[in-house]
């Protein structure tokens, strides 16, 4: 089954000659269930595309089916509420709570959800920080603020989770303990993982690379082999 089915997507900031072409009449299917990178250099559009399927913005012109249903036409409301029902996300940067401890942070984001707090420990636990669950951020590691990110993403049960450069402001070593845990989600929840970057080597993991360049997909590539995350070395 498809998870999003992009057709015709163009996506262009400003007019005349300050005009960009952030997304040119992008077309791709993304089967559901699947690790996938989106692999392309700073200014290939990959972020403005994930912002796309997250519903955090509107194209231009062209469509993006969700399984079957039309999200490009959703209102404000309606893309707002198709992101807290469907959509975890993980970023670059951390956007811990500092006053709150780890398990408060997920609980936030699941109350916001209106789901129990016991999703908030459950997440905790598939990311291996159940220990730390009473620990601020400014007590944890780089590495364990961003699992508290993904445990914050994955406690709403998202069928996708969208990843924006997880791993960048991270040391080699701590990067591939976030793209083992994303893996781990990925495989034991059944989620579809959405993961995007300029590392060509973290492409190796996924079951599907997909390039861009100045806005365009220029290939698809689905990889019969992945490496696992500790085969991968940058």
């Given amino acids: 089954m498809n998870l999003f089915t992009v057709n015709n997507l163009i996506k262009e900031y400003g ?6 072409l952030a997304l040119d009449n992008v077309s791709i299917t993304i089967p559901s269930g699947k690790f996938v990178v989106i692999l392309g250099a700073s200014g290939s559009g990959k972020s403005t595309l994930l912002n796309m399927l997250g519903c955090m913005d509107k ?3 062209g ?7 039309d999200i490009t036409s959703f209102n404000k409301k309606q893309m707002t509420r198709f992101r807290g029902e469907n959509i975890g996300f993980v970023f670059q940067s951390y956007n811990l709570l500092p006053d709150l401890t780890a398990l408060e942070n997920v609980e936030f984001s699941t109350e916001l959800s209106g ?3 016991t999703n908030a420990v459950r997440a905790l636990t598939v ?5 730390r669950m009473n620990h601020y951020p400014a007590e944890l590691s780089g590495g364990e603020q961003q699992r508290v990110s993904i445990a914050r993403a994955i406690a709403k ?3 996708v989770l969208l990843c924006d450069e997880p791993t960048g402001a991270l040391d080699f070593h701590t990067g591939i303990k976030v793209l083992e845990v994303l893996r781990e989600v990925q495989k034991k929840q059944n989620a579809s993982v959405l993961l995007i970057t300029h590392n060509q080597e973290i ?3 996924a079951d599907i690379v997909i390039t861009m360049r100045s806005g365009e997909i220029r290939s698809i590539t689905e990889n019969d082999f992945p490496l696992s995350p500790k085969e991968v070395v940058w």
Avoid: Q
């Fill in 15 to 20: 007019k005349g000659e300050a005009r960009v």
């Fill in 59 to 61: 194209p231009t012109s």
């Fill in 63 to 69: 469509k993006i089916d969700f399984y079957k249903t």
């Fill in 115 to 117: 789901l129990p707090r």
């Fill in 127 to 131: 990311v291996g920080l159940l220990r």
């Fill in 157 to 159: 049960n998202p069928k």
């Fill in 203 to 205: 492409a190796k993991i």
